[in-house]
């Protein structure tokens, strides 16, 4: 029913730029906050990124923070994460997932298990 559909990843040499997309049918994206997760080989699943439902709040990794930057527009039922000054180390798989509840804290943003729905990901790697 609900679908979240990832693309825009690829093959990038470490300090080069990507732009990826999710796009969402099946539900008010509206009412949904929005975060992107990745997962690199032989590694726990790891936040990115998150953005409340109206864009107005933001909120990053350490890791991505200052080179990373999440955005949506509600009229697309879209979000997206612009990646600059890649590295190696953030090579991985990228998910984009949707979380209904509000919880009140930044914390929660954090935590992939409080997230309703997921997509099926995108690769990035970045060479050196």
């Known amino acids: 029913q609900v679908q979240l559909v990832e693309s825009g990843g690829g093959l990038v040499q470490a300090g080069g730029s990507l732009r990826l997309s999710c796009a969402a049918s099946r539900l008010i994206f509206s009412t949904y906050a929005m975060g992107w997760f990745r997962q690199a080989p032989g590694k726990e699943r790891e936040f990115v990124a998150a953005?409340?439902?109206?864009?107005?709040?933001?909120y990053y990794a350490d890791s991505v923070k200052g080179r990373f930057t999440i955005s949506r527009d509600n009229a697309k039922n879209t979000v997206y994460l612009q990646m600059n000054s890649l590295k190696p180390e953030d090579t991985a798989v990228y998910y984009c997932?949707?979380?209904?509840?509000?919880?009140?804290?930044?914390?929660?943003?954090?935590?992939?298990?409080?997230?309703?729905?997921w997509g099926r990901g995108t690769q990035v790697t970045v060479s050196s």
């Open positions: 997932a949707a979380e209904r509840t509000y919880y009140g804290s930044t914390y929660y943003y954090t935590r992939g298990e409080d997230y309703d729905y």
């Open positions: 953005i409340s439902r109206s864009g107005d709040s933001t």
